[in-house]
């Protein structure tokens, strides 16, 4: 790998992907909202930057996303969903990877092996949810498999060797969900990096369009 680019450069585990890829002289361009004001859900923002970019990058990792948006909590119940704070939630979590995505094609190098790959969440998944709850962001997430999943078909279309992924990159201590964090196991995010880059790392183009955990394993629909 030569070449990445890593929106949400700034949050702990793109924080981590960022320095492990750099000590291993790959050039990495980044994107992040508190560094240079980039924000997944201001669409002419996206548009405006990933515009400046031209590529071609062997990794684009979008690692940028939220629990909390606005201040809105997971909810513990369906009868306390918000209109507004579920629109959030996909705004971050769905509608800005789905920008980002939409420039694949031009990102990505037509003649070697390239991965694009989007964190998602297990909580995102319709088969394993078991437990009910978080409704606005399970959707979203839900939501930003199947963006992923149909971006991967298209893409295949003109980028053979292109590789398309959701990751669950397992749950990580990060002022992301540090609220959370209870009494589930957690790793550091130079963990959950070294552990996310051995996975892109082991993908073929017969893995995209998939969604995979923080140890290769396929997650569930």
């Not at 705004?91 to 998602?120: F, K, Q, T, Y």
Request: proline letters at 5%.
């Amino acid at each position: 790998m030569e070449t990445a680019l890593i929106i949400g450069a700034s949050g702990g585990i793109g924080q981590a992907v960022y320095q492990r890829l750099a000590g291993q002289g790959v050039a990495v361009t980044t994107f992040s909202r508190s560094a240079d004001g980039f924000d997944l859900t201001d669409p002419d923002g996206v548009q405006r930057a990933l515009g400046e970019v031209s590529g071609p990058f062997d990794l684009i990792l979008i690692a940028s996303g939220a629990l909390e948006v606005n201040g809105a909590v997971p909810e513990k119940t369906i009868r306390s969903i918000s209109a507004q704070a579920m629109m959030d939630q996909f705004a971050l979590n769905a509608v800005g990877p789905a920008l980002v995505l939409s420039h694949a094609a031009r990102l990505l190098p037509r003649d070697r092996r390239a991965v694009i790959a989007v964190l998602s969440a297990r909580v995102g998944s319709i088969g394993d949810n078991r437990s009910g709850g978080w409704v606005s962001y399970r959707a979203a997430k839900a939501a930003v498999n199947q963006i992923v999943h149909t971006a991967a078909i298209e893409l295949a279309r003109t980028h053979e060797r292109a590789i398309c992924v959701a990751l669950h990159p397992g749950t990580v201590k990060t002022a992301f969900t540090w609220k959370y964090l209870g009494r589930h196991p957690a790793v550091e995010p130079g963990e959950a990096a070294a552990n996310l880059l051995t996975v892109i790392q082991g993908l073929t183009p017969e893995s995209t369009g998939g969604f995979f955990d923080w140890a290769g394993n396929p997650v569930p629909w």
